[in-house]
C-alpha cells in the first residue's frame, strides 16, 4: 500500500511540475494548430508565406509560459516548419545572472551538471531524453555571455538552423 500511495505522489508531482511549464508540453513535430493553443502567437501562422524550404521563428517572453519558473529576462523561441513545431528554445543574455536557463533546465529536464554554473564555462551539454535532441549550451559574443537550452528531434533537427530561418519579428 506505501508503495501504491509513494507512486501516485511521484505521478501527482510530476504531473504538476510538467503542467506548470506549458512551453514543455508542446511536443517537437506536433501541428502548429495544436500548439497554437499553448503558444497563442502561431494562430497567424500560414505556410504559404514562408515557402517549402523556410523555417519561421517566432519569439516571445519565455516566463508567460512556465509558471513557477525564473525565467525572467528569458527568450522563447518557437521554429516552425511545414506547419510543425521543429524546435523550442531558451536564450537568456541576463549578464547579472547567467544561469537562469541552467535553474530551469534543472527543475524540469535534467541536471547539466555543476561545473556549468561557473563563470568562465562555455560549452555544451547533452541532455537527450527518448527522441529528443536536448542540448544546453552558454558561449561568448562580444562581450556578452549567452545562455541556451534548445529542444528539438532527429527529424526536425536540420529546419532550427539559422541558414533558412525567416524571423517573424523583423
Do not use: H, R
Amino acid at each position: 500500500m506505501k508503495k501504491i500511495s509513494f507512486y501516485l505522489i511521484f505521478i501527482f508531482f510530476t504531473i504538476n511540475s510538467s503542467f506548470a511549464c506549458q512551453l514543455l508540453n508542446v511536443p517537437i513535430g506536433s501541428n502548429v494548430k495544436s500548439a497554437s493553443s499553448t503558444f497563442d502567437f502561431l494562430a497567424d501562422y500560414n505556410q504559404d508565406v514562408f515557402g517549402e524550404n523556410n523555417s519561421a521563428l517566432y519569439e516571445d517572453y519565455a516566463a508567460d509560459f512556465c509558471d513557477g519558473s525564473d525565467l525572467k529576462e528569458t527568450d522563447l523561441e518557437v521554429i516552425v516548419y511545414q506547419s510543425k513545431i521543429a524546435g523550442i528554445n531558451l536564450v537568456n543574455a541576463d549578464q547579472d545572472n547567467n544561469n537562469l536557463i541552467y535553474e530551469f533546465t534543472k527543475n524540469f529536464i535534467n541536471d547539466p551538471g555543476q561545473n556549468v554554473t561557473n563563470k568562465t564555462w562555455t560549452g555544451y551539454v547533452s541532455l537527450d531524453v527518448g527522441n529528443l535532441i536536448i542540448t544546453y549550451s552558454k558561449t561568448n559574443v562580444g562581450n556578452q555571455k549567452f545562455e541556451y537550452l534548445e529542444i528539438t528531434n532527429a527529424e526536425m533537427f536540420d529546419y532550427t538552423v539559422d541558414e533558412n530561418m525567416i524571423n517573424t519579428s523583423s
